[in-house]
C-alpha cells in the first residue's frame, strides 16, 4: 500500500518547539505515524499536554524543557534521545521567530539573535544528530523556514534573513550530508498558531489577510505536520535539498505592518 511509505514505525525523533502550534502538531503526527518522539521547548507543562497526546498514539514520548535559543542546549538533545528511546533517526528544527521591527530600529544584536535562534540552533543539532542518525544506516532532517525567506515585506529584515539563511543552509546541508542523511525543508506560510493570535482573534484583520491568500484561508499547524511526516518518511526518500512551500500560494506577503514611507 502506498500509505505504508508514510510510516515512521519504531523510529525516534528529536522536535523543537514542540509545546504548542506546528511543533507540537509535528510531534502527534510523527507519533500516529509510528515514530518515539523527544520534544523541547522552554514550557513544561505544554511538553507534557503534547506527551499526553503522543502517548496516546501508543507510542514513547521523553520531554526535555530547555531554553533553546542556545545552540547547546539543542544539540544536547541528540544525545538526549539515544539515551533515552535508543537511537535517532529524524529530527525537526522547528523552533525560531522574530518579533517584526522596522529595518532602521533593527539593531546589529537583534539581527544576530535571530540568526542564532532560527538558524545556529538548527546547525548545533544537526551536527549532533548525524553521527546517531549514520550509525543506524541513515535519516531525515526537516528545517521549518517561512515564506518571508523568499518574499519581501516591512519589518521583517531580520527575520526574513534568517529564514532565508535557514533555506539555503538546507541546501547546503543536504549537500554534504547525501546520500544517507537527507535534508529539506518547510516554507510556511501563515499559520494559525499563537503568533497569529492577534490575527485571528480580529475577524476583520483575518478576512484581510484570507483575501490576500490566493487559497482565501489561513493555514493550520497540521498542514505543516503532514509535510513534516512526509519528508521524514520513506515517502519523501527521493527527496533532498529542497525548500517546500506550504503558504496557501503566497507570492507577496498577505499581512502588512503600514510602516510609512522614510
Known amino acids: 500500500m502506498i500509505f505504508d ?38 514550557t513544561e507543562d505544554e511538553l507534557h499536554d503534547v506527551a499526553a497526546r503522543i502517548e496516546q498514539a501508543g507510542r514513547k514520548a521523553h520531554v526535555v524543557p ?12 541528540a544525545g538526549t534521545a539515544v539515551e533515552a528511546l535508543g537511537r535517532l533517526d529524524i529530527v525537526v528544527n522547528n523552533v525560531g521567530g522574530t518579533y ?53 515585506g516591512r519589518g521583517f529584515a531580520a527575520y526574513g534573513t534568517a529564514k532565508a539563511a535557514l533555506a539555503h543552509y538546507t541546501r547546503l546541508a543536504a549537500a554534504d550530508l547525501a546520500p544517507r542523511v537527507r535534508v529539506n525543508a518547510i516554507a510556511v506560510g501563515s499559520v494559525a498558531t499563537s503568533a497569529l493570535d492577534v490575527v485571528v482573534g480580529n475577524p476583520e484583520l483575518r478576512a484581510k489577510m484570507e483575501a490576500a491568500t490566493p487559497l482565501h484561508v ?35 506577503p498577505n499581512l502588512e505592518f503600514g510602516l510609512p514611507d522614510l
Do not use: C, W
Request: without cysteine.
Open 5 to 42: 511509505r508514510l510510516r515512521v514505525t519504531d523510529r525516534v525523533a528529536v522536535v523543537t518547539g514542540a509545546g504548542r502550534g506546528i511543533g507540537a502538531a509535528t510531534a502527534v503526527a510523527l507519533a500516529e505515524a509510528g515514530a518515539d518522539v523527544v520534544i523541547s521547548s522552554r
Open 66 to 77: 530547555a531554553d533553546l535559543s542556545d545552540p547547546q542546549a539543542a544539540a544536547a538533545l
Open 100 to 152: 517584526p521591527r522596522p529595518l532602521l530600529d533593527t539593531s546589529v544584536e537583534f539581527l544576530e539573535e535571530a540568526f542564532r535562534f532560527n538558524v545556529s540552533t538548527a546547525h548545533a543539532l544537526t551536527v549532533a544528530a548525524v553521527p546517531s542518525m549514520l550509525a543506524n544506516g541513515g535519516g531525515a532532517i526537516v528545517n521549518i523556514s517561512s515564506v518571508m525567506g523568499r518574499v519581501a
Open 218 to 252: 489561513i493555514g493550520d499547524a497540521d498542514d505543516i505536520a503532514a509535510m513534516v511526516v512526509h519528508l521524514a518518511s520513506p515517502a519523501g526518500g527521493y527527496v533532498t535539498g529542497k525548500v517546500i512551500e506550504v503558504d496557501g500560494g503566497l507570492q507577496t
